[in-house]
């Protein structure tokens, strides 16, 4: 177990769970005996890093514990007795912001990878986390910027007559920034997809099998099974952890066919068929609005399969214990739930289907960042309309800064003092 402190009084206050005083170099473990209320003492490991250069840029003290949650609180209770105090969530994250050791997407990262129910996302996670958005954005910012730059000073030494940026300079430097811009977009995956369920439901005659599978699936006694045919009635679901990620399985009412259910209605009171109805309507539904669609058959049943107004991206034979010989048929898996037979091979398929897509490796970009990267493509524009007439030198520094703030804020970055910075780099103005 690791309890981890930060900030200027790391040090002093983990000093107090600590047998002997230890000087805490910098970014280096050292194996010490601590002390917690009257137990006997016990060894662990202390690692500190030094500010700034440690994970949340302050003084950080990692103190290492043998596994034993009651030691771990007892000892965090002791800390927080000298003086620290229990961290907010995310907050060793803000700090590492607020200090400058990660940018805002990297920020994002962190709590994407936290919140990640899939390889896909954990992937899109890394990334922000790695930095990779800030790459990115780098080239179009840095276009921005620098344009930004000479059109101050033009205004700066405006009395002077000189020209520093011509009008087909500043378009081409704009409509480079612009296209870096479009290029990222079209060439990144939308993180709200990523991070989409995906849902799956499970479709079929009565008594198919499908409230069967969907136990099996998810390794409980979620849905009621029985050999009456018509036992699920509302829509049931479940999450099923498949080997890249969390899906949703949704079991639904059987489908029967309007002249079976003709059948079915003389006997029963017009209440029941009122259920019956909704029960229908609501399989279609999902049907309808699921991702992908399974069909269960069982090949013992006499009836023809079901008539789907969505093709099935993939036919489960049922039963496969009672009757051996399934038909094969193109993107098909013959099951047995009850015995478990070739139930991994259903779960592989199912993954397939929840998890396939091309590429994969695309950036992600979350709706923040689709709004900011929105905004400067406005603005840029503007500025290019604006860049036409020299009189409007003020406006169009505006509209570059407004564009060049919005590419920022991706990154949590302020920027007036980058411009400033790079108006002082690139000309000795105090000449
Ligand atoms: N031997 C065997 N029986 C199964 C298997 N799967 C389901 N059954 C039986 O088939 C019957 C119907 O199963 P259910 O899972 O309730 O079927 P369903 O498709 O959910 O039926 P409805 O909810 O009525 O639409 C039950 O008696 C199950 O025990 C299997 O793999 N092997
Ligand atoms: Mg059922």
């Known amino acids: 177990m690791v309890v981890r402190l930060s900030g200027s009084n790391a040090t002093s206050i983990a000093q107090h769970v600590l047998v002997e005083a230890y000087a805490f170099p910098a970014s280096t473990g050292a194996r010490l005996r601590f002390r917690v209320r009257d137990l006997p003492s016990f060894p662990g490991w202390v690692y500190s890093f030094r500010s700034p250069k440690s994970v949340t840029g302050e003084d950080v003290v990692e103190l290492h514990l043998p596994g034993n949650p009651l030691v771990a609180r007892m000892l965090l209770e002791d800390l927080i007795a000298h003086g620290a105090r229990q961290a907010d969530p995310g907050e060793f994250t803000a700090r590492a912001y607020f200090n400058g050791r990660i940018d805002l997407a990297q920020a994002e990262g962190v709590a994407a990878t936290i919140a990640a129910q899939s390889d896909a996302q954990l992937q899109a996670a890394r990334q922000l986390l790695g930095g990779e958005l800030a790459r990115r954005l780098r080239p179009a910012m840095d276009s921005i910027a620098e344009t930004l730059a000479l059109v101050e000073v033009g205004i700066d030494f405006s009395e002077e007559d000189v020209t520093f940026l011509s009008t087909e300079q500043i378009h081409s430097r704009l409509d480079s920034a612009d296209r870096a811009l479009d290029d990222l977009l079209r060439e990144s995956a939308r993180f709200e997809d990523v991070t989409h369920e995906p849902q799956i439901v499970l479709v079929g005659r009565p008594n198919a099998g499908k409230s069967t599978l969907l136990n099996a699936l998810v390794g409980e006694e979620r849905a009621v099974v029985s050999p009456v045919a018509g036992t699920t009635r509302d829509a049931i679901s479940a999450h099923v952890t498949l080997p890249h990620g969390v899906v949703r399985i949704i079991d639904v009412a059987g489908i029967e066919k309007t002249s079976d259910r003709q059948r079915h209605l003389s006997a029963t009171a017009s209440a029941q068929a009122d259920i019956d109805r909704q029960m229908q309507e609501r399989a279609q539904q999902m049907i309808q609005s699921a991702d992908r669609v399974v069909l269960a058959i069982d090949p013992a049943d006499p009836d023809p399969p079901l008539d789907l107004p969505r093709k ?53 970009l979350n709706s923040r960042h689709l709004q900011c990267i929105a905004t400067a493509r406005e603005a840029i524009a503007r500025a290019r309309e604006l860049a036409q007439s020299n009189v409007a030198q003020e406006l169009l520094a505006m509209e570059l800064r407004e564009a060049l703030d919005a590419v920022g804020q991706i990154l949590g970055q302020v920027t007036p003092d980058d411009v400033l910075g790079r108006v002082f780099a690139t000309f000795c103005i105090g000449k």
């Open 312 to 364: 099935p991206d993939l036919i489960v034979y049922t039963k496969a214990d009672l009757s051996a010989s399934a038909p094969t048929v193109h993107n098909s898996v013959s099951v047995s739930a009850l015995t478990g037979g070739r139930m991994t091979e259903l779960c592989q398929q199912l993954d397939r289907l929840a998890f396939e897509r091309e590429g994969g490796q695309a950036l992600t």
